[in-house]
C-alpha cells in the first residue's frame, strides 16, 4: 500500500478527541487543543486535519478515510480485531474507506491482509448496497495484476469492511525511477496494467482513480492494481453518488461533473504514458502537448488516448494496449498516420538484415547502394540532430543551477521560480546522467549538477526550498559519484574541490536537519582535508584568481561548519582556536582574491561563529565585540547590494546573536532595541519572497528572543502573550516537517523561557505546568532524535533542574 503508516491506536485517540472538539465553541477551541495535546503535535495535527475538513463539508478531504467512518454518524471506531485478524496499522484511504494492514491470529496460518472500512454517506445512499456490490464485483475478478478480494462483512458496530490482499510495492513510477527502467521496460511495465484494467473493464468494473500511488509494483517486478474504491457496475452509475478523482490524472468529463465510463479510464493511462516517459503530467486534454517529449509514435498515441472528446480516445483499454505492444515489436501503430514509407521503416528496423539480403539477392546492388546511402545520410543526420540536442541538455543543465540559480538564490522573491527550475534541472541531470556511461568528464558534470541541486532543495542554512527528502539523497549520490571519479584522477584539483564542496554541504545537512553534530563534523573535515590539497594543487599550477579565491570561500564553509559542529558537542574552546584562526585567514587574504570572492559575507561568517563560540562559555563581552564586527562586515556588503537575500539574513542573525549577549551583560534595552533591528531585516526578507524557509524560522527565533526581553523589562502580559503565539506557531511548523529535527527542537525550547516568564509574573502553577511540558518534550525529542552534548547540558539537565522550584 503506498500510503505512510499511521498507527492504529493514536488513530482511535485522534478521532475521540476530534469528537469532543466538535462540542468546544470555534473561539476557544484551539486553546482547548493545545490544552489536551500537550506536546504531542502529531495529535494536535492530525485532529487539526480532521476539524479542517469538517469545517469544509467533506471529511474525503482530511486525508485518512477513517475520518468519514467518524464523522458520519456519532464517531463509530474500527475495533481491533475484525474476524480473525488483528488490526496493526492504518496504511492509507481509498475512494470509500479507512484502509488497514492487518494480520491473522486465530492460529490456523499466518496471513497479512489489508482491511478497508467502509464511509458512511450521510444517509444519502445505501451503504449496505454498495458494499455488497463492490464485494461481489471485485470477488468476481481473479486477475493477477489486480488486489484480490479475501472476505468481507460488517462488524458489531454497524461499520461495513472488505479484507484484501495486502500488496507490498513501490508505486509504479517510484519503481521505474528507483529501477532506472527504459523506456521499452516502462512502455512494457504499463501495458501489463493495461491487462489488469481491461479485464476489470470486462468484469463491468471502473476503476476510476488510476494513478502511480494505485499501481503498485512488487518485488519481482509484476505491476498490481489497487483500490477499486469507487467500483460500480457500469451499466447502473447513479450520477447522485459521490464520485472521487485525482485531478491531475482526471478526464475533461470527469472535471466537469460528468458520470465515469470507460473513456476516462483510458485518458488516465494516457497521463500515466506520460508522466512514466517524461516526468511529467501532460494536464488537462487542451493543454495535453506529450510531442516534444516522445518519439513520434509514443506521443501519437498518448495524444489518441488523451484527445479531449471521448469518441475520439481509444475505444477501450485492449484497443490502447494493442498499440502500446505494435510500438513494443516495431510493428506500424495505428495511432500514427503513417505514410507508406513509415510502414517501410518499421519493416526495415524489424528485419534489417533480410531486407538487405532481398535487396541483393535481387540483383539491386544499385537501388541497394542506394538506399544504404539514403539511411546512412538520414542517421548521420539523426545523430547530429541528437548531439546538438544533448548539447543544449547539457548547457542548459548547468546553465540553470549555476549560472540562473545563483542569481535567484540572492534575489528575493524567487522562490517558486527556483522551484521550478529544480524540476526541469533534475529531468535534464537524468537525462544526462543516463548518456554518461564510462565518460568521466560527463559524470563529473552530473554529479556536480546533482550536489547543486541538493543544495536548492534542502540545503541547511543556505536559501533553500524546504525539500529535505529529496535533497538527502541527491547529496549522497553526488558524494559517492564524486569520490570514485577523484580515485582514477587523484591530479585533478577541480575534481577534487567539487568533492570537497560536496561533502562540506553534506556535513552541514547531517548536522542541521539529523541533529548529529559528531557526523557533521566528521564529514566537514573530510570536506576540509580535499578542499586544503586542492587549494595548493591549485596554486602550484598558478590556476586563475576566481578558481583559487572560489577554494579560500570553500575552504572557509568547511572550517566554521567545523567550528559550528564543535560549540554542539560542547568544544568550544576549540572551536573559538578554529574561528579565531579562520577570521584571521579571511583577513589576510590579497585584495585580488577578496575581490573575487563574497567577501563581506564571508568575514560577517567568521566572526559570527566565534561570536556564538564565545557566548557558548559566557564570555559575553568578547562574543557582543565579534558579533558587532559581523554587523559591520554585512552592511559594507549591503552597500554594494542592498537586497542581496544572504547578506540580509546574515546581518538578521547577528542582530539576533547581539541582542542574546546585551541581555546576558544587564542591557535589556539596548538588547531589545537589536531585537527589532533584526526583525524589521527579517520583515523585509519575508515581503520580498514570502516562500523563504529560513525566514520564517528566523522571524520566530526572533520573535521568541522578544519575549524573554519584554519579560526582563518586566512587561510581562506582553511577554507570556507573544510567548504562546510563538509557542504554537513553532508547533505547527514541527507538524509541517515530522521528520526533520530542527523544527521539532524550535518547538521545545522556548518552553524553558515560558516558564521563565510565568515565574517572573508570580503564576506559580502556570510556571511548573510549562516546566513538566519542557522536560517530558525534551525526553520525547531524545528519544527521537537524541541530544547533542549542548542541549543535554544546556536545555534539558537545565530543565530538570529549574523544575526543582516546583517541589519546594
Known amino acids: 500500500m503506498p500510503a505512510t503508516p499511521v498507527n492504529a491506536q493514536a488513530e482511535r485517540d485522534a478521532l475521540a478527541l476530534f469528537d469532543a472538539a466538535l462540542d468546544v465553541s470555534p473561539d476557544s477551541r484551539e486553546a482547548w487543543l493545545g490544552e489536551r495535546c500537550a506536546d504531542d503535535t502529531a495529535l494536535l495535527a492530525r485532529v487539526r486535519a480532521l476539524l479542517h475538513a469538517d469545517a469544509a463539508g467533506s471529511v474525503l478531504a482530511s486525508g485518512?478515510?477513517?475520518?468519514?467512518?467518524?464523522?458520519?454518524?456519532?464517531?463509530?471506531?474500527?475495533?481491533?480485531?475484525?474476524?480473525?485478524?488483528?488490526?496493526?496499522?492504518?496504511?492509507?484511504?481509498?475512494?470509500?474507506?479507512?484502509?488497514?494492514?492487518?494480520?491473522?491470529?486465530?492460529?490456523?496460518?499466518?496471513?497479512?491482509?489489508?482491511?478497508?472500512?467502509?464511509?458512511?454517506?450521510?444517509g444519502r445512499v445505501p451503504v449496505e448496497a454498495l458494499i455488497d456490490a463492490e464485494r461481489?464485483?471485485?470477488?468476481?475478478?481473479?486477475?493477477?495484476?489486480?488486489?484480490?478480494?479475501?472476505?468481507?462483512?460488517?462488524?458489531?458496530?454497524?461499520?461495513?469492511?472488505?479484507?484484501?490482499?495486502?500488496?507490498?510495492?513501490?508505486?509504479?513510477?517510484?519503481?521505474?525511477?528507483?529501477?532506472?527502467?527504459?523506456?521499452?521496460?516502462?512502455?512494457?511495465?504499463?501495458?501489463?496494467?493495461?491487462?489488469?484494467?481491461?479485464?476489470?473493464?470486462r468484469h463491468l468494473v471502473l476503476h476510476c482513480d488510476l494513478k502511480p500511488a494505485n499501481i503498485l509494483v512488487d518485488g519481482s517486478g509484476a505491476p498490481k492494481l489497487i483500490d477499486f474504491g469507487i467500483a460500480r457496475l457500469r451499466d447502473a452509475i447513479d450520477p447522485a453518488l459521490p464520485h472521487g478523482f485525482t485531478r491531475d490524472y482526471a478526464s475533461p468529463q470527469r472535471l466537469a461533473g460528468e458520470p465515469p465510463t470507460v473513456a476516462d479510464d483510458v485518458y488516465a493511462l494516457g497521463v500515466l504514458l506520460v508522466e512514466l516517459l517524461t516526468g511529467q503530467r501532460p494536464g488537462n486534454a487542451a493543454s495535453a502537448r506529450p510531442d516534444g517529449a516522445l518519439d513520434a509514435e509514443l506521443a501519437a498515441i498518448a495524444r489518441q488516448a488523451l484527445a479531449e472528446s471521448p469518441p475520439a480516445r481509444y475505444a477501450s483499454v485492449d484497443a490502447f494496449a494493442a498499440?502500446?505492444?505494435?510500438?513494443?515489436?516495431?510493428?506500424?501503430?495505428?495511432?500514427?498516420?503513417?505514410?507508406?514509407?513509415?510502414?517501410?521503416?518499421?519493416?526495415?528496423?524489424?528485419?534489417?538484415?533480410?531486407?538487405?539480403?532481398?535487396?541483393?539477392?535481387?540483383?539491386?546492388?544499385?537501388?541497394?547502394?542506394?538506399?544504404?546511402?539514403?539511411?546512412?545520410?538520414?542517421?548521420?543526420?539523426?545523430?547530429?540532430?541528437?548531439e546538438q540536442r544533448f548539447g543544449e541538455v547539457r548547457s542548459l543543465a548547468n546553465y540553470m543551477l549555476f549560472d540562473l540559480d545563483a542569481r535567484l538564490e540572492s534575489t528575493p522573491g524567487t522562490t517558486a521560480i527556483r522551484r521550478g527550475l529544480v524540476e526541469r534541472s533534475q529531468q535534464y541531470l537524468d537525462t544526462l546522467a543516463g548518456t554518461a556511461g564510462d565518460r568521466p568528464e560527463l559524470q563529473r558534470e552530473v554529479a556536480v549538477g546533482l550536489?547543486?541541486?541538493?543544495?536548492?532543495?534542502?540545503?541547511?542554512?543556505?536559501?533553500?526550498?524546504?525539500?529535505?527528502?529529496?535533497?538527502?539523497?541527491?547529496?549522497?549520490?553526488?558524494?559517492?559519484?564524486?569520490?570514485?571519479?577523484?580515485?582514477?584522477?587523484?591530479?585533478?584539483?577541480?575534481?577534487?574541490?567539487?568533492?570537497?564542496?560536496?561533502?562540506?554541504?553534506?556535513?552541514?545537512?547531517?548536522?542541521?536537519?539529523?541533529?548529529?553534530?559528531?557526523?557533521?563534523?566528521?564529514?566537514?573535515?573530510?570536506?576540509?582535508?580535499?578542499?586544503?590539497?586542492?587549494?595548493?594543487?591549485?596554486?602550484?599550477?598558478?590556476?586563475?584568481?576566481?578558481?583559487?579565491?572560489?577554494?579560500?570561500?570553500?575552504?572557509?564553509?568547511?572550517?566554521?561548519?567545523?567550528?559550528?559542529?564543535?560549540?554542539?558537542?560542547?568544544?568550544?574552546?576549540?572551536?573559538i582556536a578554529l574561528a579565531t584562526a579562520e577570521e584571521a585567514r579571511l583577513l589576510a587574504l590579497t585584495e585580488a582574491l577578496r575581490s573575487e570572492m563574497d567577501f563581506g559575507y564571508r568575514a560577517g561568517r567568521a566572526a559570527g561563529q566565534?561570536?556564538?563560540?564565545?557566548?557558548?562559555?559566557?564570555?559575553?563581552?568578547?562574543?557582543?565585540?565579534?558579533?558587532?564586527?559581523?554587523?559591520?562586515?554585512?552592511?559594507?556588503?549591503?552597500?554594494?547590494?542592498?537586497?542581496?537575500?544572504?547578506?540580509?539574513?546574515?546581518?538578521?542573525?547577528?542582530?539576533?546573536?547581539?541582542?542574546?549577549?546585551?541581555?546576558?551583560?544587564?542591557?535589556?534595552?539596548?538588547?531589545?532595541?537589536?531585537?527589532?533591528?533584526?526583525?524589521?531585516?527579517?520583515?523585509?526578507?519575508?515581503?520580498?519572497?514570502?516562500?523563504?524557509?529560513?525566514?520564517?524560522r528566523l522571524m520566530l527565533i526572533l520573535r521568541s528572543d522578544r519575549s524573554m526581553l519584554l519579560g526582563r523589562l518586566s512587561r510581562h502580559d506582553e511577554a507570556i502573550a507573544l510567548a504562546e503565539d510563538v509557542l504554537r506557531e513553532r508547533r505547527a511548523r514541527a507538524m509541517r516537517a515530522p521528520d526533520i529535527s530542527e523544527p521539532a527542537r524550535d518547538a521545545v525550547v522556548p518552553l524553558h523561557a515560558l516558564a521563565e516568564l510565568y515565574w517572573r509574573q508570580g503564576d506559580a502553577e502556570?510556571?511548573?505546568?510549562?516546566?513538566?511540558?519542557?522536560?517530558?518534550?525534551?525526553?520525547?525529542?531524545?528519544?527521537?532524535?537524541?541530544?547533542?552534548?549542548?542541549?543535554?547540558?544546556?536545555?534539558?539537565?537545565?530543565?530538570?533542574?529549574?523544575?526543582?522550584?516546583?517541589?519546594?
Open 64 to 122: 485518512s478515510v477513517v475520518d468519514g467512518v467518524a464523522a458520519g454518524g456519532g464517531s463509530v471506531l474500527p475495533p481491533a480485531q475484525v474476524g480473525p485478524y488483528r488490526l496493526e496499522e492504518l496504511i492509507g484511504s481509498g475512494g470509500m474507506g479507512a484502509v488497514y494492514r492487518a494480520s491473522r491470529n486465530d492460529g490456523l496460518f499466518e496471513q497479512t491482509v489489508a482491511i478497508k472500512f467502509v464511509r458512511p454517506l450521510g
Open 610 to 696: 566565534l561570536g556564538d563560540s564565545l557566548f557558548f562559555l559566557d564570555r559575553f563581552e568578547e562574543s557582543l565585540a565579534a558579533y558587532r564586527r559581523a554587523q559591520q562586515a554585512y552592511a559594507q556588503a549591503l552597500e554594494r547590494t542592498p537586497n542581496d537575500r544572504r547578506l540580509l539574513d546574515g546581518s538578521a542573525v547577528s542582530r539576533w546573536a547581539s541582542s542574546l549577549a546585551l541581555s546576558e551583560l544587564g542591557r535589556h534595552g539596548q538588547a531589545l532595541a537589536d531585537n527589532d533591528t533584526g526583525l524589521a531585516m527579517v520583515a523585509r526578507l519575508i515581503a520580498l519572497d514570502p516562500g523563504n524557509d529560513n525566514a520564517q
Open 766 to 808: 502556570a510556571a511548573c505546568a510549562a516546566s513538566r511540558r519542557a522536560i517530558a518534550a525534551w525526553a520525547e525529542y531524545e528519544k527521537r532524535w537524541g541530544l547533542t552534548e549542548l542541549d543535554r547540558k544546556q536545555n534539558a539537565e537545565k530543565e530538570r533542574e529549574a523544575a526543582q522550584r516546583c517541589q519546594r
Open 323 to 386: 498499440d502500446l505492444q505494435r510500438w513494443l515489436a516495431l510493428l506500424p501503430v495505428a495511432a500514427f498516420a503513417g505514410h507508406w514509407r513509415y510502414r517501410a521503416r518499421k519493416l526495415i528496423q524489424r528485419h534489417p538484415w533480410r531486407v538487405a539480403a532481398g535487396a541483393l539477392s535481387l540483383g539491386g546492388l544499385v537501388v541497394a547502394l542506394a538506399v544504404i546511402a539514403t539511411l546512412y545520410a538520414r542517421a548521420d543526420a539523426a545523430r547530429r540532430d541528437a
Open 136 to 201: 461481489r464485483l471485485l470477488a468476481r475478478m481473479q486477475h493477477p495484476g489486480i488486489a484480490r478480494i479475501l472476505d468481507g462483512g460488517t462488524t458489531a458496530d454497524g461499520l461495513h469492511y472488505l479484507v484484501m490482499e495486502f500488496v507490498q510495492g513501490l508505486p509504479i513510477d517510484e519503481h521505474a525511477k528507483r529501477h532506472e527502467l527504459d523506456a521499452r521496460r516502462r512502455v512494457a511495465l504499463l501495458r501489463e496494467v493495461c491487462d489488469a484494467v481491461a479485464d476489470a473493464h
Open 451 to 575: 550536489g547543486r541541486l541538493a543544495e536548492i532543495q534542502g540545503g541547511w542554512a543556505i536559501p533553500n526550498l524546504g525539500e529535505r527528502a529529496a535533497a538527502r539523497p541527491t547529496f549522497e549520490r553526488a558524494e559517492a559519484m564524486l569520490a570514485a571519479l577523484v580515485q582514477r584522477r587523484p591530479g585533478e584539483w577541480a575534481w577534487r574541490r567539487d568533492l570537497g564542496r560536496v561533502q562540506q554541504r553534506l556535513g552541514d545537512f547531517y548536522g542541521g536537519v539529523d541533529n548529529d553534530a559528531r557526523k557533521q563534523l566528521a564529514k566537514s573535515r573530510e570536506a576540509e582535508a580535499n578542499l586544503q590539497r586542492a587549494l595548493e594543487a591549485a596554486v602550484a599550477a598558478n590556476a586563475t584568481a576566481r578558481d583559487q579565491a572560489e577554494l579560500h570561500t570553500l575552504l572557509s564553509s568547511a572550517r566554521l561548519a567545523q567550528a559550528f559542529a564543535m560549540d554542539w558537542i560542547d568544544e568550544s574552546p576549540a572551536a
